[in-house]
């Protein structure tokens, strides 16, 4: 059981370069979370999706793209990266039910992206 | 917007001691949940412990306590005892509409 997964763990863009990181998790959560992190802001959303082949935005979507085609997969696309996307990125799961634990999240190790 | 508020970018405390990290929030929701995590300099996201905003009696789990108190909003994280492995970034965190919504953070340093 590895919980939720982040691939890269790091990565250094050049502006107007694409790419794609990827979120897998192995716990059946229906909910998925894109963050980012950056110094003095915590971590905001950036979107987020309920369930298989649905996504919503979150408070810092734009420049940024998303794909749920697998439960257990949760993708986040920059199409044309800027510095101002320089971050670290983190992934997150929970549960559907609406149980004492289930707005937990569970956290991915996080992706350090730098544009350049 | 529906915030949280960390007033408390850094805290320092001596090992063994006993520190209090406040936390605020906003919210309209009647039922809803509060957590604090922690994250170490490993970056690893990890949860220290959770409220449920419909129990009155304060969570607790080993040296990590909360003082919720409902009609002020606030939320704080006591750590009893402090050991150097407690250092580092707190985020306190509300659940809103299945969404997490998260502080700041406070940065703590634990000192020998």
């Known amino acids: ?116 | 917007a529906q915030t949280v508020t960390q007033s408390q970018p850094e805290m320092s405390v001596q090992e063994a001691e006993t520190v209090t990290l406040s936390c605020t929030y906003d919210t309209s929701e009647s039922d809803y949940y509060l957590f604090w995590y922690k994250q170490p300099p490993s970056r690893q996201m990890i949860l220290v412990i959770r409220q449920e905003a419909y129990k009155q009696q304060n969570a607790t789990e080993n040296r990590f306590s909360v003082n919720f108190q409902k009609a002020a909003k606030s939320f704080s994280l006591k750590i009893s005892d402090s050991q150097l492995g407690d250092a580092a970034m707190y985020f306190c965190a509300r659940g809103s509409q299945g969404n997490l919504i998260f502080g700041k953070g406070t940065k703590l340093s634990v000192k020998p």
Request: charged share 15%; glycine share 10%; aromatic share 12%.
């Open chain 1, 1 to 116: 059981n590895a919980g939720v997964t982040q691939t890269p763990k790091f990565r250094v863009l050049k502006t107007g370069q694409s790419m794609t990181l990827l979120c897998a998790q192995d716990m059946n959560h229906e909910y998925m979370y894109w963050y980012r992190q950056d110094p003095g802001m915590g971590l905001r959303l950036i979107h987020y999706s309920v369930g298989e082949g649905t996504t919503a935005k979150g408070e810092v979507p734009d420049g940024y793209n998303v794909s749920r085609l697998k439960k257990q997969n949760f993708l986040l696309g920059l199409e044309s990266a800027a510095p101002s996307q320089t971050s670290v990125y983190f992934c997150a799961s929970r549960l559907h039910r609406l149980a004492a634990s289930s707005y937990e999240q569970y956290f991915g190790p996080g992706t350090r992206l730098t544009v350049t």
